[in-house]
């Protein structure tokens, strides 16, 4: 079946615009996860839904980032006023059901450049 | 603040040896232990999960959790250049998943 999937694969934005970010769940997925991958660091969490549960919002590192999810599907990143340091790879992930018990699938992921 | 610790390599093994991933974690409470292997460039995929105490193997992998220490490992038997890759090791407790850094392999033939 399909994967989770992510676009655009790659953005490059000036520093100052605002960029949405998209994924594409596995279908029945509850859980879906956003991660953010700076080069040659590890994951870091920006936030998880779950089914109609209130957003793990914790990780996103500041007020400029922000995400929805709209049901058990789509759901957009959205940076505002982006900075130099937002530039990453942005990972999404889904599962079946929630973190603490079920395995991640990631996307390929969005590359981010902001000049 | 839930921690989960791995070296971060890089570890260095010979074509045909056995690789040996190690993670440790802070939190007793945690229930699901998860390793994934990221290629680089790439995004991570799903190698193993366990949730019992003791080896779970899989092909040439094996996982082996020990809650009382505290550690999961992952063993790659046979390894070859195309297991070189970063291992990262994640760690589920309640309603949180925590993810390790990563331990770099590399296979040399």
């Known amino acids: 079946g399909a994967g989770v999937s992510q676009s655009p694969s790659n953005k490059v934005t000036e520093k100052g615009k605002d960029v949405e970010l998209r994924c594409d769940p596995i279908?029945?997925?509850?859980?879906l996860y956003w991660y953010r991958q700076r080069l040659g660091q590890g994951l870091e969490f920006l936030i998880y839904?779950?089914?109609?549960?209130?957003?793990?919002k914790s990780g996103l590192p500041s007020d400029r980032f922000s995400a929805e999810r709209t049901g058990e599907s789509v759901s957009t990143l959205t940076i505002q006023r982006t900075q130099q340091e937002d530039s990453a790879v942005y990972l999404c992930?889904?599962?079946?059901?929630?973190?603490?018990?079920?395995?991640?699938?990631f996307g390929p992921g969005t590359r981010l450049t902001v000049t | 603040q839930k921690e989960v610790e791995q070296n971060s390599g890089p570890l260095s093994v010979p074509e045909g040896a056995i690789a040996s991933l190690n993670c440790t974690y802070s939190?007793?409470?945690?229930?699901?232990f998860f390793w994934y292997r990221q290629y680089s460039g790439k995004s991570p995929e799903l190698i193993m999960f366990i949730y019992s105490n003791g080896d779970k193997e899989d092909g040439r992998f094996t996982a082996q959790l020990n809650k009382a220490s505290q550690y999961v490992s992952l063993l790659i038997r046979d390894s070859q250049p195309s297991d070189s890759a970063t291992y990262l090791c994640a760690v589920s407790g309640y309603s949180t998943l925590t993810f390790g850094k990563g331990t770099m392999l590399l296979v040399s033939p």
């Open positions: 839904f779950q089914g109609n549960s209130a957003p793990d």
């Open positions: 939190d007793r409470g945690s229930q699901s």
């Open positions: 279908s029945g997925h509850t859980a």
């Open positions: 992930a889904s599962s079946q059901g929630p973190r603490e018990v079920y395995e991640q699938y």
